[in-house]
C-alpha cells in the first residue's frame, strides 16, 4: 500500500539549531516526493520538490530510495521556519492524485 | 496563488443542515480535488475531478458529493452534516497534466455544530 509516514508530530528547536523533519514512504514504482508548508492560517504551499533538486529557504531533501525516506533538513532554523509541514508522495492511482502525512508542526523558538 | 478561491471561507452550521462549499479556478485546470485537513490524519482526498462531470471518489468519500458542472467550479456538498464534519477543507489544482505538483486555495474553516 502507498503510504507516507512522518513520525514526529512536534518538532521544537531554538533559532539557530539543525532541523531534521522525518518522512518516510511505501510506494512500489518511481516515486515523487514533495515537501509542503502551511504557515499559520494559511494555505498549503509548494516548498521542495525531489526532481527539481533545490534548495528553497535554506531547506533541502533528497530523495533516498534504499531507506525510502525524504527527510527536510536546514543546518540553522530561523522563528519564521516556524510552520506545519506535509510530506506528499505521487502519483497515486494517476489524475496526478498525492498522498499526505499528517505532519509535523515545527516550532523554533528564540 | 493559481487564482484558486474558496467560498464560504468559515461556516458554522448544524448538525443535518446541508452545506455547499465552493472552489473557483480562473486558468482552466483540468483536475481538481477537495481534501479535508484534521490533526493527526494530514490531508485527505475527498473526491477529485478530471474535467467537467467527471468526478470520483477519494479516501474519505462518505457523506460527500462533488459536482463539476463547469470547468471553473468544483462543488463539494454535505447532504446532511455531522459533527465529525467539523475541519478545514482545501481545494486544489493541478496546473499540468504531466505534473504531480499541486496548488491550493485558501481553506474553509466548517464548524458542525
Known amino acids: 500500500a502507498q503510504r507516507v509516514t512522518q513520525p514526529e508530530k512536534l518538532l521544537s528547536v531554538f533559532k539557530g539549531a539543525p532541523v531534521e523533519l522525518k518522512c518516510n514512504y511505501s510506494?512500489?514504482?518511481?516515486?515523487?516526493l514533495f515537501w509542503y508548508v502551511q504557515y499559520s492560517r494559511q494555505r498549503l504551499q509548494l516548498l521542495l520538490r525531489h526532481i527539481s533538486r533545490e534548495s528553497i529557504k535554506g531547506f533541502t531533501a533528497d530523495l533516498n530510495k534504499g531507506e525510502t525516506s525524504f527527510h527536510l533538513k536546514k543546518p540553522f532554523a530561523q522563528e519564521e521556519d516556524s510552520a506545519m509541514y506535509y510530506c506528499?508522495?505521487?502519483?497515486?492511482?494517476?489524475?496526478?492524485?498525492?498522498?499526505f502525512g499528517a505532519g509535523t508542526r515545527l516550532a523554533v523558538h528564540p | 496563488d493559481a487564482g484558486i478561491t474558496q467560498s464560504p471561507r468559515h461556516k458554522v452550521t448544524e448538525t443535518g443542515t446541508p452545506v455547499t462549499l465552493r472552489c473557483h479556478q480562473t486558468e482552466n485546470h483540468r483536475y481538481m480535488y477537495w481534501y479535508r485537513q484534521d490533526p493527526g490524519h494530514g490531508l485527505r482526498l475527498i473526491h477529485y475531478s478530471y474535467g467537467v462531470k467527471d468526478t470520483d471518489k477519494g479516501e474519505v468519500s462518505d457523506g460527500y458529493s462533488v459536482s463539476r458542472s463547469k470547468t471553473e467550479d468544483f462543488l463539494l456538498t454535505l447532504e446532511s452534516a455531522t459533527s465529525s464534519q467539523t475541519s478545514v477543507y482545501f481545494c486544489?489544482?493541478?496546473?499540468?497534466?504531466?505534473?504531480?505538483?499541486?496548488?491550493f486555495g485558501p481553506g474553509t474553516r466548517l464548524t458542525v455544530l
Open positions: 506528499a508522495l505521487g502519483p497515486s492511482g494517476g489524475y496526478n492524485k498525492l498522498i
Open positions: 486544489a489544482i493541478t496546473q499540468r497534466e504531466d505534473y504531480n505538483e499541486q496548488f
Open positions: 510506494y512500489s514504482g518511481s516515486p515523487e
